[in-house]
């Protein structure tokens, strides 16, 4: 602006009438001539500020599906990179587009209030090395998007601004291997043509977390080389000269020294092995461990105490929590080699109609046995896929982060070991206009032959990004005051329901049985959770395995044990478990 006033003090040394001098021709020529060049400078900010949105947009357009929006974000990578574009570019694209009211403007301030932020970023990149931890899968695979077990759909490749905030996040929780893991995907994008800027800001963190990284690791040679290729344009550099040094003090035994290394070389990964499978902890992995406690239909019935049995299956399976975990790790992946004791109780499972009701004789339910001890069943196709969609429909309005109970206090908290939203279904929500939740109920109660006197509403769970249950008892053990004062006792049953495809990942494990269920669309899981004289059955503990790909949504119905004893009979035996002739009052045999 003072430019252009100087600019006119000096055109203009006194305002009249412009026609009548020459001189004033003159002067108004050179300020249209001063405009001519503004506006061309302004065109050149204007093109190339639509330059870049339209790189933006042409970037977002070319690794979305239209088409098929639910299979794209179905990958992880696919969802991280919304989520990040959505804090590091669309956060920022108003200041591109300016204080505008075109729509592009009205629409960014409308929606701006639901953009993720930087704890869904952090949220995002925990859930991956949760799915990476959990699934044994490399940086690389996440990196350039390939599919996943189980899957055949593919990701978008991350770019590496977000590779180094992968980097970052490991680097700042001291997750060593996953920092050079993803240290060697940025560095190495880094280091093509097309990327290779040293100059930049990004080049050196990215180098300078690495090289640290693979120290930590204990990968001390390529530690040093890598900081030999920052040296090399910073050879000024301190720290790095003096990590240099250290490195070198390192490999004393080495017959070359490390500061010889050629500087002309070519630009390269500096790993001749990659990193692709260097864990955090170098554990073997046990996946025969399958134990039935002495507990089992026909069993010894000499009586236990709850604590003798806890440490019993704690003696046989685990020596710790981190065992039980391990265990739980294990089954998600894949299902376990049986025992020749579990494989000859799984050979006489069998499958049947049951059709002891009215509504069952017209509708009979298909029952699968799937395992002994615990007794559990899948009952297929329990609701139709219009039911599944409508509960889903209902659901959604009401979901919130889920909650469990804490177990000295009895009351409900979030917690980092279950990662859902969750919603509770009335049977007189409003908005089921078909009644639809009421019919389901129904259907429940021919199944299980349980009385729903005390049962809880219906729980809808969507289980998102690497959603997870760890470990867990639906119903509270003797030392745990979740359900003290509620009318109906504790929790006597289960019932699971699979709403919906997932995709890869998500099986329901039972790790103390050694049991896997993968999800099956429309069915449901059925097992109890204490034993026949109402004590906790202490084998029951099960989890929800974080979804690979896809969404997994699911429904629980718990049972609680007064009012049930009609339907389900104590047992004079303390430890006696559910025979398959018991389970629906003798009606039944294998």
């Known amino acids: 602006m003072l430019r252009i006033v100087l600019f006119l003090l000096a055109v203009f040394a006194v305002r009249g009438e412009v026609y009548s001098s020459y001189d004033n021709v003159r002067n108004i020529n050179n300020i249209e001539n001063h405009l001519v060049t503004l506006l061309g400078d302004y065109i050149t900010a204007e093109r190339a500020r639509l330059d870049t949105l339209e790189t933006f947009m042409k970037y977002v357009q070319e690794n979305k599906n239209y088409t098929d929006p639910e299979t794209y974000i179905s990958y992880p990578s696919n969802q991280f990179n919304v989520i990040h574009r959505f804090t590091a570019d669309w956060a920022n694209l108003g200041n591109w587009i300016g204080n505008t009211d075109a729509e592009i403007g009205q629409a960014l301030r409308s929606y701006s209030p639901y953009f993720p932020d930087e704890a869904d970023v952090k949220g995002a990149i925990k859930a991956i090395h949760r799915l990476m931890d959990m699934y044994k899968i490399t940086a690389r695979h996440i990196t350039q998007g390939l599919p996943l077990e189980g899957s055949p759909q593919k990701g978008q490749p991350l770019n590496v601004k977000a590779l180094f905030l992968f980097l970052r996040e490991s680097y700042n929780n001291q997750y060593w291997a996953k920092c050079a893991g993803w240290g060697q995907q940025a560095f190495d994008r880094l280091m093509t043509k097309e990327e290779y800027n040293p100059e930049s800001d990004v080049w050196f963190d990215v180098a300078d977390h690495y090289s640290y990284c693979l120290f930590k690791i204990g990968y001390i040679e390529q530690a040093a080389e890598v900081t030999a290729i920052m040296l090399e344009h910073y050879p000024d550099h301190t720290r790095l000269l003096g990590n240099l040094e250290y490195f070198g003090d390192l490999q004393k035994d080495k017959k070359q020294s490390l500061r010889s290394v050629n500087s002309e070389r070519e630009k390269r990964s500096v790993l001749e092995r990659p990193l692709l499978n260097v864990n955090e902890i170098n554990e073997k992995e046990n996946a025969n461990i399958t134990f039935i406690p002495k507990l089992y239909p026909g069993a010894d019935a000499t009586m236990y105490s709850e604590e003798y049995i806890e440490e019993e299956i704690q003696?046989?399976?685990?020596?710790?929590?981190?065992?039980?975990?391990?265990?739980?790790?294990?089954?998600?992946?894949?299902?376990?080699?049986?025992?020749p004791e579990i494989a000859a109780q799984l050979a006489i499972l069998t499958c049947y109609y049951k059709q002891d009701t009215p509504r069952s004789l017209l509708a009979p339910i298909k029952v699968e046995e799937v395992w002994p001890s615990p007794k559990v069943l899948i009952f297929h196709d329990?609701?139709?896929?219009?039911?599944?969609d409508t509960l889903q429909r209902l659901a959604k309005p009401l979901l919130n982060r889920a909650t469990v109970h804490n177990k000295e206090t009895g009351k409900l908290e979030n917690a980092e070991y279950r990662v859902s939203k969750?919603?509770?279904?009335?049977?007189?929500?409003?908005?089921?206009?078909?009644?639809?939740?009421?019919?389901?109920?129904?259907?429940?109660?021919?199944?299980?032959?349980l009385s729903h006197e005390y049962a809880e509403l219906q729980q809808v769970n969507n289980y998102g990004m690497a959603g997870q249950y760890e470990p867990h008892y639906d119903m509270a053990t003797k030392d745990e005051a979740a359900f003290e004062n509620h009318a109906g006792g504790n929790r006597v049953a289960t019932l699971l329901f699979y709403m919906g495809k997932t995709d890869a990942g998500g099986a329901t494990v039972f790790v103390d049985a050694g049991a896997r269920i993968a999800p099956s669309t429309n069915a449901a899981v059925f097992w109890y959770n204490l034993l026949p004289n109402g004590d906790p059955d202490l084998i029951t503990r099960h989890a929800g395995c974080p979804v690979l790909v896809g969404t997994k949504w699911v429904m629980n119905k718990w049972f609680h044990v007064n009012d049930q004893m009609f339907t389900r009979q104590c047992d004079l035996e303390q430890w006696t478990r559910d025979k398959p002739a018991k389970l629906y009052n003798g009606k039944y045999t294998t």
């Open 382 to 388: 329990l609701i139709t896929d219009y039911e599944a």
């Open 422 to 449: 969750t919603a509770w279904l009335d049977l007189n929500i409003k908005e089921d206009r078909e009644f639809i939740v009421r019919k389901v109920n129904r259907r429940m109660e021919d199944a299980t032959e």
């Open 315 to 339: 003696d046989k399976l685990y020596k710790s929590w981190g065992e039980r975990m391990k265990k739980y790790r294990s089954l998600c992946k894949e299902t376990p080699e049986h025992s």
